[in-house]
């Protein structure tokens, strides 16, 4: 049976993970980072992956892991969400820590950079675009476009014809795009044909990178509640002290049943987020559809609440000096990252032997 509660061990690792982002990353702070073309905070990594331990949690411990599971790495990015967090957690932590799973762990290449990977001394990025969908083609070129944290990438996985190889970051050519969301940088990536250390065959390295993009869809859609938590949270905060006509304007009946749509959506969200995670840590058979379902949905829902946010907070929240518009570009960028709404329905269709929708 599907578990979507939350057990001790997962609601301590949430309020650590908060306190630690309310300190060193609130709104103001992520602003002023974004003024500097760099959005990632100085020492922040290092105590949410190291001190923290999050980074190692997907990762078992006799590899220098936590040894937790999907659960407690959703809890963690339903907090990173919230926050809208530039950290490489998703990228490294999750989907490139999970495709190295998939291969031989006992190769010591794979092993030593899992361990690197758990304790946050090293962070490492699949080199696809973060549009890149589980069961999605692959580029076969040396350059790719759209590689999301790339720039704070230590080692880079590329897949090639022959298989994954691991290249270091200081032997590929990383040039900064301009992202539609600033807290997740992206870069185009080129690499030398023979560069690096190969991991894998071609075949146990499609499905090891289908396995991590599965990891990173099903996760991103604990992201995608956090955000739209947060978006609700604020709205309801800022209505309600927030006057005209000498009345709080929440409590005006038609931004009343906006926010209380808003409050069925995100309880729906929570429902499908927390059963990907739960269909991943248990290694279901049916992850594949719960992870499609999920981001089918918490998508959705995630850029509705940002869009609600945003008008609600009336005209503050069209200024850069709000944190709202961060939130809404974080949303539209987690709409197409891993796979688009679309892709995942068609995903749903063949899973259950419907035919697609038109």
Known sequence: MTDLLYSETEDDLRAAVRSLLADR?????LLGRIETGDPYVPGLWKSLAGEIGAAGLLVPEDLGGQGASHREAAVVLEELGRAVTPAPYLTSAVVATETLLALDTGSAPVAELLADLAAGRTVAVLALPLSTAPG??????????????ALAADVLLVPRADGL?????TEATVTPATPLDLTRPLATVTTGAGSGTRLADAATSTAAVGRGLLAGAGLLASEQLGLAEWCLEETVRHTRTRYQFNRPVGSFQALKHRMAQLWLEIVNARAVARAAADALATGSPEAPLTVAVAQVYCSKVAVHAAEECVQLHG???MTWEHPAHLALKRAKSD????GSAGRHQDAIAALVDLPAPA
Do not use: C, M
């Not at 990353?25 to 702070?29: C, K, L, N, Q």
């Not at 999605?136 to 944290?149: E, K, N």
């Not at 190889?165 to 970051?169: G, I, S």
């Open 25 to 29: 990353a609130d709104p103001s702070v």
């Open 136 to 149: 999605g083609r692959l580029p076969t070129g040396d350059t790719v476009t759209g590689v999301a944290d």
């Open 165 to 169: 190889h691991a290249v270091p970051a």
């Open 315 to 317: 005209g503050i929240g």
């Open 335 to 338: 709409q197409i990252a891993l």
